[in-house]
C-alpha cells in the first residue's frame, strides 16, 4: 500500500548494538575539557593539563584498535588532506618566522595538541551512535558553561574560566546552539523540553555576555532557521507550505526577540544597542591604538607588503613592530592572513567550504534515499548553520586554531563518512 503524502518521515534511530570504547569515552572527555576548558570551573584545578593527558589516553586507545583508519584512508577525505597542507605550511612558516620562539612553543604546544586532536577524532572507531554523542557531547560543553557563567556571575557581562572571556563564551555558545535546536527538534516528551530549555538558556547567556559578535551570531542563526528548512517538507504543496512556514518562523523569532530583549538588563541593552550605529564605538575608529579597526588596519597593510605571512603565532609581534601595541588579531581570516599569508587564507576558506559542501551532499543523500533518514538530513543542516554561527564569529576573535573550531570541523569529517556507510 503506497504511503500518504502526509506521512512523517521515520526517524533513524542509532544502532543499538556495539558497546562504546575508551577511544570513544575518551574524546568526549577531551571536547569537555578543552573546548568546554570544564576544569576551569573547580577552584585549584585550572593549572592542571588536563587536556593534555586525556589527549595521550585517548592516543594510546585509539592505537590500540585495530580497526582504527589507516593514514591513508584519511588522506582521501578532503576536508583532511587541506588541513594537512594547512599544518605543513604551518612548520613550513618556521623558515620566515619574525618570532621564531613564539612560533616553536605554538606548533610544540597548542597547536600539536590540535592537530592530534583533530586526527584523533577523525580516526577514532565510527559509529553513528559515536556521531550523535559527540554531537550532544559539544551541546553538554555549551550547556555546563552557560549554566556556570549565569549562575556565579556578579552582575555585567558573564564569563566563565579562566581562558574564556566573555567574547569566548558567546563563540562557544552559538557554535553549539543550533546543535541543541535540532535535539529539540528529533526528541520527544521530556527530553524535547529539557532541550528547548537548553536552546533557551544559551540564547540568555549568549546575550547576557554582550558580545556583538555572538549577537551578530545569533542573528545569522535565525536568518539560516528562516531561509532553511531542518525537517523536509512531505506535502505535494511544497512551495506554498515553504513560503508559510517561513513567514511563520519570522513571526515567532521576532516574538521571541521581543521577549528576550524586555527581560534583559539595561546595560546589556545599552551594549548590544550600538549596533545600530557601530560608526560611533570606538573598534570603528581607525585613530585609536587599541580598537579592532585600527588593529585590522594597520596589520592588512603590513601582510599586503608581504604576502607569504610572517610566520605562525607572530601577529603579535606584527602589531607591535608596525605602531601597536602587540595587540591579538580580533578576526580569525586577519590572524590567519598575517601569519601565514594568502595561501593560508585560501587554504582556511577552503576547509570551511569542503565542510559546508560534504554537509550539503550527505543532506541530499539522506533525503533522496529510499527511507528517508530525518537524523542525517536535521543534523547535516544543522551543523551547515553552526559552521555558519562559528565563522560569524570568529571573525571578531583570534580563534582560527580554536579547539573547538577544529573539533567541529572534525565532527563534520566522521558525521559525512558514517552517513555514507551502509546500515549506518
Not at 593549572?47 to 595521550?56: M, N, T, V
Not at 618566522?97 to 577523525?122: M, P, R, W
Request: proline share 3%.
Amino acid at each position: 500500500m503506497k504511503a500518504s503524502p502526509q506521512t512523517s518521515p521515520r526517524i533513524r534511530k542509532a544502532p543499538a548494538s556495539g558497546a562504546l570504547g575508551v577511544a570513544e569515552w575518551t574524546a568526549w572527555i577531551f571536547i569537555l575539557l578543552s573546548a568546554g576548558r570544564v576544569g576551569e570551573l573547580i577552584p585549584g584545578l585550572g593549572h592542571i593539563p588536563f587536556a593534555k593527558i586525556i589527549a595521550a589516553i585517548w592516543l594510546c586507545a585509539v592505537l590500540s584498535r585495530g580497526k582504527s583508519r589507516a593514514i591513508t584512508s584519511l588522506l582521501s577525505v578532503p576536508i583532511v588532506r587541506v588541513a594537512l597542507a594547512l599544518l605543513v605550511l604551518a612548520v613550513c612558516s618556521l623558515s620566515f618566522s619574525i618570532f621564531l620562539g613564539a612560533s616553536v612553543a605554538f606548533l610544540t604546544g597548542t597547536g600539536a595538541v590540535v592537530a592530534i586532536a583533530f586526527t584523533l577524532l577523525c580516526n577514532t572507531p565510527r559509529s553513528w551512535r559515536f556521531v550523535i554523542g559527540t554531537l550532544r557531547c559539544l551541546v553538554v560543553t555549551a550547556t555546563i558553561l552557560a549554566l556556570a557563567a549565569v549562575a556565579f556571575s556578579g552582575g555585567g557581562r558573564i564569563a566563565a574560566g579562566v581562558s574564556y572571556d566573555t567574547n569566548d563564551l558567546a563563540y562557544v555558545l552559538v557554535t553549539a546552539l543550533p546543535l541543541a535546536i535540532a535535539f529539540s527538534m528529533l526528541t520527544r516528551g521530556r527530553a524535547r523540553l529539557l532541550y528547548i530549555g537548553i536552546s533557551a538558556l544559551l540564547i540568555l547567556a549568549s546575550l547576557l555576555t554582550q558580545s556583538r559578535g555572538g549577537a551578530l551570531s545569533l542573528m545569522a542563526i535565525v536568518l539560516c532557521l528562516i531561509c532553511m528548512d531542518l525537517r523536509p517538507s512531505t506535502s505535494k504543496n511544497s512551495a506554498g507550505n515553504t513560503l508559510r512556514k517561513r513567514i511563520g518562523r519570522l513571526v515567532v523569532f521576532g516574538m521571541v526577540a521581543v521577549l528576550a530583549w524586555s527581560v534583559l538588563p539595561q546595560t546589556t541593552k545599552e551594549r548590544l544597542s550600538t549596533l545600530q550605529d557601530i560608526s560611533s564605538d570606538y573598534n570603528a575608529k581607525t585613530n585609536i591604538t587599541r580598537g579592532r579597526g585600527a588593529i585590522w588596519k594597520r596589520n592588512w597593510d603590513a601582510v599586503t607588503e608581504r604576502p607569504i605571512g610572517f610566520g605562525i603565532n607572530s601577529f603579535m609581534a606584527v602589531d607591535g613592530r608596525h605602531g601597536g601595541d602587540w595587540m591579538a588579531p580580533h578576526n580569525s581570516l586577519l590572524q590567519v592572513t598575517v601569519e601565514l599569508g594568502f595561501l593560508g587564507l585560501f587554504l582556511y576558506l577552503r576547509i570551511h567550504w569542503l565542510a559546508w559542501r560534504s554537509l550539503g551532499r550527505t543532506a541530499q543523500l539522506a533525503a533522496a534515499s529510499t527511507t528517508l533518514d530525518l537524523e542525517k538530513i536535521v543534523f547535516a543542516k544543522a551543523l551547515r548553520i553552526s559552521l555558519v554561527s562559528n565563522f560569524v564569529a570568529g571573525f571578531f576573535l583570534s580563534m582560527a586554531y580554536s579547539d573547538l573550531l577544529w573539533i567541529v570541523l572534525a565532527t563534520i569529517v566522521i558525521f559525512s563518512n558514517v552517513s555514507a556507510l551502509p546500515g549506518e
